[in-house]
C-alpha cells in the first residue's frame, strides 16, 4: 500500500502525521505532493528519523501509488486535475475538498475511475476526528477496505449518501472552529467571574470532551443529559434561562451558522 498525498498543506500533513502514528502505515509509504517548499520541508519531517519523500510535481508522486489522497483547495482542484487524470485507471482516489462531487471528480478523472469523497476535521490530529465517507460505483470491495483503514486511524468514521456531505462539511468539517468559538465565549466569561485562564481553559475543554462522550455513550436523547445537570431554582436554570432568554438567540445563531457553512459547501459544487 502506497499513499500518495496530493496538496500537502495541513490537512494534507494531519493526515499523513496520524496515520504515522498509527500501525498501518509507515514512512516508506506515504509521499506527498505541493508547490511550497515549506508545506515540503513540514511534510517530510513527519517522518522523524525517516523523512517522507516529497515532490514538487504530482505525476512522480502517482508512480506507484495505491491510493492519492487530493487534499488541495477546491479552488486548486481545475488545475491539477488532467495531471491526476493520467495515473492508471486501477489508482483510486479519495478526495477531501469541500464541495467538489463524485460527478465532477468521475468527469475529470474517469467515469469507471474508483473515487472516494471524506470530509475529516481537525480533532484527527488527536486521533479525535469525525469522517463522513461516500464512494462512487467504481470503489471496489478491497479499496473500501483500505479507505476504511485509513478513515479509522481518525477517529469515529460514518458513511453517508453524497447529498448530505454539505450538512456533514457544516457540521463535523467546520465544526470544530464553531466549537473553539463558543468555548472561547465561555473561557472569558469565566475569566470576568475570576478564573484564571489556564484553569478557564482546563475547566471548558474537559467540559466539552465529557460532554461529547456522554453524549456518544449514554445513549439518552439530549432533553434528559439536560435536566440530569439542571435542578429547580439551581445555577444551571438560571444559566440556561439566561442563554435562552432572548427569544431563541442561541438555537437562531446556531442554525444560522450551519445553514452558511452548508450553503458555503453547495456553492463550491458549482462550476
Ligand atoms: N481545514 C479543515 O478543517 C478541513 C476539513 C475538511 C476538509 N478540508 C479540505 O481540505 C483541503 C485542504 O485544506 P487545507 O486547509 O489543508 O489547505 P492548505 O493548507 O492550503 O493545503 C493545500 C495544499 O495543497 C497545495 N497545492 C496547491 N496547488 C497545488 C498543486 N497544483 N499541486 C499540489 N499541491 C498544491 C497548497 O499549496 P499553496 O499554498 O500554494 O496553495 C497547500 O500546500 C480543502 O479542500 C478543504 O476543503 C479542510
Redesign the pocket.
Known amino acids: 500500500m502506497k499513499l500518495a498525498v496530493?496538496?500537502?498543506?495541513?490537512?494534507?500533513?494531519?493526515i499523513a502525521g496520524r496515520l504515522l502514528e498509527g500501525t498501518y502505515l509507515g514512512p516508506d509509504a506515504i509521499c506527498g505532493?505541493?508547490?511550497?517548499a515549506a508545506?515540503r520541508d513540514a511534510f517530510a519531517s513527519l517522518g522523524g528519523s525517516t523523512p517522507l519523500v516529497t515532490h514538487e510535481e504530482?505525476a512522480p508522486a502517482l508512480a506507484g501509488a495505491t491510493v492519492a489522497l487530493?487534499?488541495?483547495?477546491?479552488q486548486?482542484?481545475p488545475?491539477?486535475a488532467p495531471?491526476l487524470a493520467q495515473a492508471g485507471p486501477e489508482l483510486c482516489f479519495i478526495?477531501?475538498?469541500?464541495?467538489?462531487t463524485l460527478e465532477a471528480l468521475e468527469s475529470s478523472l474517469g467515469r469507471s475511475r474508483p473515487i472516494i469523497r471524506c470530509?475529516?476535521?481537525?480533532p484527527l490530529l488527536v486521533g479525535q476526528g469525525a469522517v463522513a465517507w461516500c464512494a462512487n460505483s467504481g470503489v471496489k470491495g478491497e479499496q473500501l477496505q483500505l479507505a476504511d483503514r485509513i478513515f479509522g486511524e481518525m477517529g469515529t468514521v460514518v458513511q453517508v449518501d453524497e447529498p448530505q456531505l454539505d450538512a456533514v462539511?457544516a457540521l463535523s468539517?467546520?465544526g470544530?472552529?464553531f466549537f473553539f468559538r463558543i468555548m472561547q465565549h465561555l473561557i472569558d466569561a469565566a475569566m470576568a467571574e475570576g478564573l484564571p485562564e489556564k484553569t478557564a481553559r482546563l475547566l471548558a475543554a474537559q467540559t466539552a470532551v465529557g460532554s461529547g462522550a456522554l453524549l456518544q455513550q449514554a445513549g439518552e436523547e439530549i432533553e434528559t443529559l439536560i435536566a440530569n445537570v439542571r435542578s429547580k431554582g439551581g445555577t444551571t436554570e438560571a444559566g440556561l434561562e439566561a442563554m435562552e432568554s432572548e427569544a431563541g438567540t442561541l438555537e437562531a445563531i446556531l442554525h444560522k451558522t450551519i445553514q452558511a457553512a452548508a450553503k458555503r459547501s453547495r456553492e463550491?459544487a458549482k462550476p
Open positions: 496530493i496538496g500537502a498543506g495541513k490537512m494534507g500533513q494531519a505532493v505541493s508547490p511550497v508545506d504530482i487530493i487534499s488541495v483547495k477546491p486548486h482542484y488545475e491539477i495531471q478526495s477531501i475538498m469541500a464541495g467538489i470530509m475529516p476535521n481537525t462539511t468539517g467546520s470544530p472552529a463550491l
